[in-house]
C-alpha cells in the first residue's frame, strides 16, 4: 500500500496535510446549534449570541481542516471569555428550571462551551486528551438531566387565569408595553409571559417583584400610591423591558 507521502509525491507535496481537531471542531458545532436555537424560541436575533455563533463557526471550520496552536488558543480564549461573561445569565436562568427554554438552553451553552474549552486545552496538551472522551459524555448526561429536571419542574407550574378588574401586562418578545395605567390602592396584574423564556415583574421604589415563569401568567397584587413608576424584568440581558407605570 502507497503512502500519503509516496502518492502526494508526483505534485510535489513534501508534508503530510496537518489533521483537523474533529473533537473540538464538532464541540464548538454545538455551540453553534444552541446559539441558534436560543435565537429561534426568542423568534429574533440576538446580536451577542448571532456574533458569538458566527465566530465557531469560523473556529468550527477552521479547526475540521488544521489543528496550528494558535487556532487552538484562540478558540480557548473564545471559550473561556464566552463562559465569564455568561456567568450572570447562567445564575438567573438555571435557578429556573421551570421554564425549559431558559434553564434548558443556558445549560447546553454551560455544557457545550465547557466541553470546547476541554478540546482547546486538551488539543495544546495532547497527554490530557484521556480527558476528552469523559468530558463529552459528562456533559452528555448533565444535559440530558437538565432536561428531565426542567420538564419536572415545568409540569408544575399552572398558570394564573385573569379574572375581571385585573390589570393585562404582557411580555411579549421580551418587551413590555410602554405604559400601563392603574387606579391607586390595591389592585392586580394579570401578567401574561407569551415568551418560552423566564421573566421578572419589577416596579421599582416598590417591594413588587415576581417571577414570571415562561409561557404562563401569574396575578400580581399591588398597593400603590399615586405617581409614575418604571417596571421592569431584571433577567441580564432584558435591559430593554420596561415601562411606565401611571397609578391615578
Ligand atoms: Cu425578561
Redesign the pocket.
Known amino acids: 500500500m502507497s503512502t500519503t507521502l509516496e502518492r502526494q509525491g508526483a505534485v510535489g507535496v513534501t508534508a503530510p496535510p496537518a489533521a483537523g481537531d474533529r473533537y473540538t471542531a464538532g464541540a464548538a458545532l454545538a455551540v453553534v446549534a444552541v446559539l441558534i436555537a436560543i435565537q429561534v424560541l426568542a423568534r429574533e436575533v440576538i446580536p451577542p449570541l448571532a456574533g458569538f455563533a458566527v465566530l465557531y463557526l469560523v473556529v468550527a471550520a477552521a479547526l475540521a481542516a488544521r489543528r496550528p496552536r494558535w487556532l487552538l488558543v484562540a478558540v480557548g480564549l473564545l471559550a473561556l471569555v464566552h463562559l465569564v461573561g455568561s456567568v450572570p445569565f447562567f445564575v438567573e436562568n438555571l435557578a429556573h428550571p421551570e421554564s425549559p427554554a431558559s434553564f434548558v438552553s443556558e445549560a447546553l451553552v454551560a455544557l457545550t462551551v465547557t466541553v470546547t474549552l476541554v478540546g482547546a486545552v486538551t488539543g495544546l496538551r495532547p497527554s490530557w486528551s484521556v480527558a476528552r472522551r469523559p468530558v463529552a459524555v459528562g456533559a452528555a448526561v448533565l444535559a440530558a438531566l437538565a432536561v428531565v429536571v426542567s420538564l419536572i419542574a415545568s409540569s408544575g407550574v399552572e398558570a394564573d387565569t385573569r379574572r375581571d378588574g385585573d390589570i393585562t401586562v404582557e ?1 411579549v418578545r ?1 418587551t413590555f408595553p410602554e405604559r400601563v395605567e392603574l387606579a391607586a390602592g390595591a389592585s392586580v396584574l394579570w401578567v401574561d409571559n407569551q ?1 418560552p ?4 415583574l419589577v416596579i421599582e421604589g416598590t417591594d413588587v417583584r415576581a417571577a ?1 415563569p415562561g409561557s404562563s401568567a401569574v396575578r400580581v397584587g399591588v398597593d400603590l400610591d399615586p405617581g409614575r413608576y418604571t417596571f421592569l ?3 441580564p ?2 435591559e430593554s ?1 420596561q415601562g411606565t407605570l401611571d397609578v391615578r
Do not use: Y
Open positions: 411580555a421580551s415568551d423564556f423566564h421573566h421578572t414570571l424584568c431584571d433577567v440581558g432584558h423591558m
